[in-house]
């Protein structure tokens, strides 16, 4: 059906465009008579307001953008989650893209955001070293915008994270303390902030138990189960006599133990594997996993809340909110 406009009610009416326009936002000066009839006509014909319209008036669109890198796991859905019932509890609707860990995609998610005239981006950037010019321009033309998870150091805005490096320590002292001697790193992409935090976190536990670490100890890895699967192959080639994974996310983990249990290593009597992440996939596994579990619901609520202040006073300082993350300890390290 064709969408019926305010120029369409008044000329079926013989009102005027701001006539009709007035009448509908509820505008006493117009008479009752008039408002009753031009609310009863657009009610008949299934007259809806422009939103573009609505927000080119009120310089509101009454939106928020959310960037994602990607939907595949729950991590993002359980994020946004969170996000959508603080900001629907507000009025706000929600216009979610993804761009697929590709940051020319992600660029143009966020020119689509422009285009819609959002009130508030947030994002989880899949590089912290690139879109940064269009992450300031957004700022600069008066868009609040909050980061979560992944934070590119550049970029000044509020920000909701875990303290990725003291985590990952952690999640090696518990491999340690199962008898982990040989443990391996499959890291992610060198790009992503993270990743390299998780590393170090890797590193400087390696370090402080004592623990050799050559070149062998760390594999790069990338985003994805298949991912996961060709690094434990690699792992294999490379140090065969290892005795404990610790994978940079729990997509990572996941591909890398199916592998590993495909080519007969026990998982944990022989390998000990933990992930990091902590969504639902960590349970749904066999054996389930040991992954550092991030509060991705309170994330997403956080990153609302902060959006929401940048919204309501642009000139709020920035603000940064570190979350508490824990180790959940499953039976992919119980040795």
Not at 33 to 45: D, F, I, N
Not at 252 to 280: D, F, H, K, W
């Amino acid at each position: 059906m064709k969408r019926i406009t305010i120029k369409e009610l008044a000329e079926r009416l013989g009102l005027s465009p701001s006539t009709v326009s007035r009448a509908l936002a509820g505008d006493r000066n117009i008479r009752r008579e008039t408002r009753e009839r031009v609310s009863r006509l657009a009610g008949e014909l299934g007259y809806r307001p422009n939103p573009v319209a609505v927000s080119l008036r009120s310089g509101r669109s009454n939106t928020v953008g959310v960037i994602v890198p990607e939907m595949v796991t729950p991590f993002a859905a359980t994020v946004i989650g969170g996000i959508q019932r603080v900001l629907y509890g507000r009025g706000l609707k929600v216009i979610i893209a993804q761009s697929d860990e590709n940051p020319q995609t992600e660029c143009g998610n966020l020119e689509l955001m422009e285009r819609f005239m959002v009130d508030g981006v947030i994002a989880c950037p899949c590089d912290a070293t690139r879109n940064g010019e269009i992450y300031r321009r957004i700022r600069q033309r008066g868009v609040p915008l909050v980061f979560y998870d992944r934070a590119p150091l550049r970029v000044d805005a509020s920000r909701v994270i875990v303290d990725d490096f003291a985590t990952s320590y952690f999640l090696m002292e518990h491999l340690v303390r199962r008898g982990c001697r040989r443990i391996v790193h499959l890291g992610g992409p060198a790009h992503i902030p993270n990743a390299r935090e998780r590393l170090r976190g890797f590193r400087y536990a390696l370090g402080k138990f004592g623990f050799v670490s050559d070149g062998r100890s760390v594999i790069p890895a990338g985003v994805t189960f298949d991912d996961g699967r060709a690094a434990a192959d690699e792992l294999l080639r490379r140090m065969p006599d290892a005795d404990g994974l610790f994978a940079w996310t729990d997509t990572v983990a996941i591909g890398a133990m199916n592998r590993l249990r495909e080519l007969g290593i026990r998982v944990p009597a022989q390998m000990a594997v933990a992930g990091y992440s902590g969504t639902v996939l960590s349970t749904i596994v066999n054996p389930q996993l040991t992954t550092v579990e991030q509060p991705l619901d309170e994330m997403g609520c956080r990153a609302a809340e902060l959006i929401l202040e940048k919204i309501a006073d642009p000139s709020a300082p920035d603000r940064t909110v570190t979350l508490t993350a824990c180790i959940r300890e499953r039976a992919s390290t119980a040795r």
